[in-house]
């Protein structure tokens, strides 16, 4: 039974800081790419960040230079530091796992970014 486990979320202020969290089980955590989505009601799920290995990682334009994506394979899990965070990276963060066209996803976490 393959799970992914968000934690980290919360409500932060402008300019503030907050790291994800992401383990996962049932998969062979390694051999997987993860990646971040985030979504808010009525829009689509739209990626934040993915990483293949430590040295392949992409972002979405509107986080570059403000989001890091890292993962550690002994731990199974993936990360994301979220840094100079704005208003409108208010949304939940959703974890996800692929391979081979199979995906996985997390039950996401509530990030709020407001003063």
């Known amino acids: 039974q393959v799970q992914l486990v968000e934690s980290g979320g919360g409500l932060v202020q402008p300019g503030g800081s907050l790291r994800l969290s992401c383990v996962a089980s049932?998969?062979?955590?390694?051999?997987?790419?993860m990646g971040w989505y985030r979504q808010n009601p009525g829009k689509q799920r739209e990626l934040v960040a993915r990483?293949?290995?430590?040295?392949?990682?992409n972002y979405a334009d509107s986080v570059k230079g403000r989001f890091t994506i890292s993962r550690d394979n002994a731990k199974n899990t993936v990360y994301l530091q979220m840094n100079s965070l704005k208003p409108e990276d208010t949304a939940v963060y959703y974890c996800?796992?692929?391979?081979?066209?199979?995906?996985?996803w997390g039950q996401g976490t509530q990030v709020t970014v407001s003063s």
């Open positions: 996800y796992a692929d391979r081979s066209g199979r995906g996985y």
């Open positions: 049932g998969i062979d955590f390694s051999r997987y790419g």
């Open positions: 990483i293949i290995s430590i040295s392949t990682t």
